[in-house]
């Protein structure tokens, strides 16, 4: 189908795979279906993720870029602004149906989820308890965190861990 | 006549102006009676579509490929391509009209910063200087085939009027594919047909990318090399690849007498003895072009700048004599049928329009020293008839000054009564005479009644402003003669 959407998705495409964005690695697991896409966030280096490989899915809307893509981490991650279960739901100001806008590129999201393992936000938290840790107890936090590294984040990411369930990933 | 399986649809259909724009205009119920035959023979659908859509699809803008990177500025922030019809919103920022629709049609707020657009008063068309700069882009022709690069003001033109490879509806009624425009015909090419040689249904519209491709199937000995080849490549696999056909060596036009299968060849050419020679006589050749071209150039430069020196001697020679008559002329004629013997046909031309031009020049020159010369001839002759004019309103003034005093002195000897006007009442006529000279005279009521002084008259017309003015000043006469004639 011509949608504008469409055509901005392969270009898109086209972009990531010309200029890679660092710390990332992108692909499309179905070339049918580029509503769909693989990325692999590399733990950026001198934080506790680093070593680890987080598999994230991105998943767009049919109408892309009118509304916003649904992420969700498909490798189980210790972090206040992802869910500590199965789903893997991020909490990401830009990605929230009020805040989205056509003009964002989906590299931009992907680098503003790279950023939150950088620098967790734990004012604005998935995961109250994680945040409470990171904030009062941070050998605690990053003892767990690196823990969660070493068991789930190690070698090839395993993507049928998480079907996203969209209706669940877009809200808070 | 439509043949009587003819659907009824087919035939409500010929009425249908999208439609019928690609039937020849002569034979419009012909091509429509070819359609529906092949319709009932082939196993198409028999339902009409009911939607063929228009004759060329739109150009889509966001398909473009570009020739050159094109500007981050230009580029839609929605679709990401370089705007087509852009509008500009309140908050400053530029859109494609269809992706700001769209966006607001989601979301009524600016894509890039959120603030609440209302499509009736926050769109405004861009400065021209952006769409100046859209359509000077370099773009590609989307067409797959064509391989046209133009500026993107131009595309459209091209891709709707003269594209060969711009998809057309198909001239069927019953069929809504598109085929490119060189290849369409007034039947339709899109039913499927079994290939000749294969036996794959191929649509007649990719039967040539069929046969030349994909097409696997009946294939023919090669009578040399005894493979198998499809058999209509045959002819060129004997041409250029069969291995078993006789060949001469490439360095035959040199001197290489070899000759011989072409498997064997292609390995003596490896290593043919010739090749060293051949390749410095194709230099050679090339290297001879070269120096041609190069000396056609150095003969061109030559005679332009002996143009430019003839040019520049003939410039400074009428410099002195002003008309420059055929002389110049004459001379450029012999140079030029030395010219034209001697060099090429271009710096032939070259040399002519050269000519032209400077012969135009020269024109020009001598129109502007004609008309320099008339004006001031007409200047000339001008300034003594303006002087002329000048002394005769002066003349005019003191005839006016003559004839007041004359007046006031006949009213103040009338209010004396005194008997000096009785004398010379009985002589008017004599003095008729001179004052009709003067037509500016003012009327009297009663020419008899008035007795007039004798005055020297005659002098003053002879001799003007003696007495009273100097005439050379110009301005003060003029002045003179306006106070005159409001007297």
Not at chain 2, 116 to 125: A, G, L, M, S, V
Request: with cysteine.
């Amino acid at each position: 189908m011509g949608t504008p959407g469409n055509k901005r998705l392969v270009r898109e495409l086209a972009d990531c795979h010309q200029n890679p964005p660092v710390g990332l690695t992108i692909s499309v697991p179905d070339e049918s279906n580029l509503y769909k896409w693989h990325v692999i966030v590399h733990g950026p280096p001198n934080t506790v993720y680093a070593g680890g490989n987080f598999g994230i899915v991105v998943n767009l809307p049919r109408d892309y870029p009118f509304r916003a893509p649904v992420v969700t981490f498909a490798t189980r991650i210790y972090h206040p602004n992802v869910t500590n279960d199965n789903l893997g739901n991020i909490c990401l100001s830009i990605l929230k149906a009020e805040n989205w806008k056509p003009a964002i590129k989906l590299v931009s999201v992907l680098e503003a989820v790279r950023n939150l393992l950088i620098e967790p936000q734990p004012d604005d938290p998935l995961e109250a308890r994680i945040a409470d840790e990171y904030k009062n107890d941070r050998k605690e936090f990053e003892k767990n965190a690196r823990s969660y590294v070493a068991q789930y984040a190690k070698g090839p990411v395993k993507w049928e861990n998480a079907e996203p369930t969209p209706a669940t990933a877009a809200s808070k | 006549m439509p043949p009587p399986n003819t659907p009824d649809d087919v035939l409500s259909d010929q009425g249908d102006s999208n439609t019928l724009t690609f039937i020849e205009p002569d034979q419009p119920s012909e091509t429509e009676t070819t359609a529906a035959m092949r319709t009932a023979r082939t196993t198409e659908p028999q339902t009409a579509p009911s939607q063929r859509g228009p004759v060329i699809l739109p150009l889509d803008y966001q398909i473009l490929d570009y020739a050159d990177t094109v500007d981050e500025t230009l580029l839609c922030p929605v679709c990401r391509t370089a705007f087509h019809s852009p509008i500009i919103t309140s908050c400053g920022h530029t859109f494609c009209a269809t992706c700001i629709n769209r966006a607001l049609e989601v979301q009524p707020t600016c894509p890039i910063d959120r603030k609440p657009i209302n499509k009736t008063i926050d769109f405004h068309q861009p400065p021209l200087i952006i769409k100046e700069q859209l359509d000077r882009l370099k773009v590609k022709c989307p067409n797959k085939g064509c391989d046209q690069i133009c500026s993107r003001e131009h595309l459209e033109g091209h891709y709707e009027h003269r594209c060969e490879y711009t998809q057309v509806l198909c001239p069927s009624l019953r069929c809504d594919k598109r085929i490119a425009r060189r290849y369409l015909t007034t039947e339709c090419m899109h039913h499927q047909e079994p290939c000749e040689y294969c036996g794959e249904s191929v649509a007649e519209v990719d039967l040539a990318d069929h046969y030349d491709y994909v097409c696997t199937g009946a294939s023919s000995r090669c009578e040399w090399c005894e493979a198998a080849v499809v058999h209509h490549r045959l002819e060129k696999h004997i041409q250029e690849d069969c291995p078993e056909t006789e060949v001469d060596c490439k360095w035959f036009p040199i001197g290489c007498k070899v000759s011989d299968k072409r498997f064997k060849v292609v390995e003596h050419e490896q290593d043919c003895p010739y090749e060293i020679i051949g390749r410095l006589v194709r230099e050679r050749t090339e290297d001879r072009k070269l120096i041609d071209s190069l000396v056609d150039r150095i003969n061109a430069l030559e005679n332009q700048a002996n143009d430019r020196h003839d040019r520049r001697a003939r410039r400074s020679h009428r410099d002195f004599l002003l008309p420059p008559s055929s002389m110049g002329l004459n001379g450029a004629a012999d140079d030029l049928e030395s010219l034209r013997s001697s060099s090429s046909p271009e710096s032939y031309m070259l040399a002519r329009f050269e000519r032209l031009e400077m012969r135009m020049e020269d024109l020009t020159k001598q129109l502007q020293e004609l008309d320099a010369y008339q004006s001031s001839f007409v200047l000339q002759q001008l300034y003594p008839i303006n002087n002329q004019l000048v002394e005769l309103a002066s003349k005019v003034g003191v005839l006016n000054m003559h004839t007041t005093w004359l007046m006031n002195m006949q009213r103040l000897q009338q209010r004396t009564g005194s008997t000096v006007n009785l004398s010379n009442s009985n002589m008017p006529s004599a003095n008729d005479s001179p004052r009709q000279d003067f037509g500016t005279r003012p009327e009297f009521p009663d020419r008899q009644a008035f007795p007039i002084v004798n005055l020297p008259l005659r002098g003053l017309v002879d001799e003007p402003g003696s007495q009273y003015f100097r005439a050379d000043d110009r301005r003060s006469s003029i002045g003179r003669d306006m106070n005159a004639s409001r007297l």
